[in-house]
């Protein structure tokens, strides 16, 4: 009986595949058309997962040039506030100091 023309491993060694041919002295799995059909499947697969890939690398880079933008108007805002905090701090403790010196001045002014 024919065994299929193809060389294939077993084991350690190279051997003849056990099946039967098919068309053309090979037998299904390794006839060059069904290798070339399965070949053509698995690069077009990978194409596919390359473009997801690159897609989702595109979306990534979009999303952290946003994040980079809002992180700068987060950072704008906290000095406009740090700014603001400090100026009413300071006019709070210049309020304090007149409402003291107005004070010791009627203190004065008494005694």
Known sequence: MKKCKEQ??????????????????????????????????????????????????????ELEAKLEIAQTKIDAV???AVNCLSYYHAAYQSDRACKRISNEIKIAIKG
């Not at 090979?26 to 077009?44: I, M």
Request: glycine share 6%; hydrophobic share 25%.
């Open 78 to 80: 906290s000095d406009i």
């Open 8 to 61: 294939v491993m077993r084991g350690w060694h190279l051997g003849q595949c056990s099946r039967n041919p098919v068309r053309d002295g090979y037998c299904k799995q390794h006839h060059p058309d069904s290798v070339a059909a399965r070949e053509k499947l698995q690069t077009d697969k990978f194409e596919q997962k390359q473009k997801r890939r690159h897609a989702l690398y595109i979306h990534i880079k």
